[in-house]
């Protein structure tokens, strides 16, 4: 199985600040590489697919890059409604692993 | 907009089969763009992917749960199912259902919001 590796765990951050959060995977997975969104209680929600390609409906504050193994979730201009736990999932091979995930705070 | 739902017991008692149903609405089970996918959440832990299920019953598990998975689909009730047999403690998850996009990346566009399932006597 590929693994999948997420830094920070967790990050303190402010309104109007601009963050990164990163995703390694164990081995390349080309661009195999979506970024989710997860709120306590409702449905994760896309928000990049294909390491950089923004998902529909998905404010452009929210880009992503990277390619083989090491990739990149930024978020721009932070808001209140950005604080949440993002998680990256390889969709390169099956079993389509997951990041542990990092839960963004308000600090 | 496409919504899926998760139904099912919330307590399965130790060796018995774990069944959850995800009810989609908005869009055709039938489509043949789309996979159907089962994913878990240990309390605490990272997503674990349980695998997917085609609209013509193709399927795909991961190795570590295969020998105890088995997924359907209904396409006359636009739903698809999850039965995971022999159930300890720690298969004790919240479980969701969830679309992907077939072909191309096979990124998850849709998530449901999960089911808490314990598994306790």
């Known amino acids: 199985d590929i693994q999948m590796t997420q830094s920070p765990d967790s990050l303190s951050a402010s309104v109007g600040d601009r963050v990164t959060i990163s995703c390694r995977a164990s081995?390349?997975?080309?661009?195999?590489l979506n970024w989710f969104q997860h709120k306590p209680g409702k449905a994760p929600q896309l928000l990049i697919y294909?390491?950089?390609t923004l998902q529909s409906g998905v404010p452009s504050k929210f880009s992503g890059s990277g390619s083989g193994t090491d990739f990149t979730l930024t978020i721009s201009s932070l808001q209140p409604e950005d604080f949440a736990t993002y998680f990256c999932?390889?969709?390169?091979?099956?079993?389509?692993?997951f990041g542990q995930g990092t839960k963004l705070e308000i600090k | 907009q496409v919504q899926l739902q998760e139904s099912g017991p919330g307590l399965v008692k130790p060796s018995q089969t774990l069944s959850l149903t995800c009810s989609v609405s908005g869009g055709s089970i039938n489509n043949i763009g789309y996979y159907w996918s089962w994913i878990r959440q240990h309390p605490g832990k990272g997503l674990e992917w349980i695998g997917y299920?085609?609209?013509?019953?193709?399927?795909n598990y991961n190795p570590s749960l295969k020998s105890r998975v088995t997924m359907s689909v209904d396409t006359s009730k636009n739903h698809f199912s999850l039965k995971l047999s022999s159930v300890t403690a720690t298969d004790t998850a919240v479980y969701y259902c969830a679309r992907g996009r077939w072909g191309s990346y096979s990124e998850i566009d849709y998530w449901g919001q999960g089911t808490l399932v314990t598994v306790s006597s």
């Open positions: 081995r390349s997975i080309s661009n195999y």
């Open positions: 999932q390889q969709s390169y091979s099956t079993p389509h692993t």
């Open positions: 294909a390491a950089s």
């Open positions: 299920i085609y609209y013509n019953g193709r399927t």
